[in-house]
């Protein structure tokens, strides 16, 4: 791309909804949409889709978008008394056009804000009043950022608690070939036990079977390897102590009338989250969680958690 690179793009996506196209001078790029304030595409700079959106997502209202970065707001699955995975994935979210400054100012061009606020209807079912901004930005080098502010805005003096997830569904060239580094020894809840807490065993996490665990207070670094692609995808969290990993297998697959029957084994979601230990603000008070993550070639080595270090081919 030249310097007529439009880093910003405003357009229709699919069924006409409003999306935000994101793209660098190298060519990456990533797509926001404003119905869940979903990021839906993130591409490198060749073009290659880092995301998997499935193909039976049907991008209707109200049904939540199967696939790429839904945002888990107030509630993380079924942890509480809304429906699953809260609200926040399945509201309109608008443009921001005069967010609070961010305390570090970055030189990023192709960003996005964000902001969901409360409406009369939400408050019904969850009594609060806030503000959620989202920045998404995507960096020269063609990592995404996602940072969520969350503020307590009620004027009644009541805290609120919350519980968070980007849910990240990544896409990968075969499930049973793709491996996790950085949870291993970690505690963890298993959704499929009950939510009983368990310890990781020593070695990088491979997938044979269904898994839906989360894995509480675990380090800021994750790297998802992918042999096949040569490509190992990196993600570095703030302010989001667990981590989700869940792929549905063969049968819960079918189960689920947004996804196709095999395309189980092209996915996996490694989200970054605040489950375990729910967040509470009190009126005024805000929190900020952030992910960033970034795709690098496979020269990436086992327990190498230092993605600068691949980079510069130390
Ligand atoms: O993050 C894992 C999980 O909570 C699983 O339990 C699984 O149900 C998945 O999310 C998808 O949830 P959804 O409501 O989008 O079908």
Redesign the pocket.
Known sequence: MTSETVFVEQCKGINGLDKVVLREVRGSSAEVYLYGGQVTSWKNDHGEELLFVSSKAPFKPPK?I?GGI?ICFPQF?SHGLLE??GFARNRFWSIDSDPPPFPTTSSNKAFVDLVLKHSEEDTRIWPHRYEFRLRVALGPGGDLMLTSRIRNMNTDGKAFTFTF?Y?NYFSVSDISEVRIEGLETMDFLD?LQNRQRFTEQGDAITFESEV?KVYVSTPTKIAILDHERKRTLVLRKDGLPDA?V?NPWDKKAKA?PDLGDDEYKHML?V?AAAVEKPITLKPGEEWKGRQEISAVPSSYFSGQLDPKKVFQGS
């Open positions: 939540a199967r839904p699955g699953q995975h997830a849910h959704n839906d989700v869940w689920i979601c989200e």
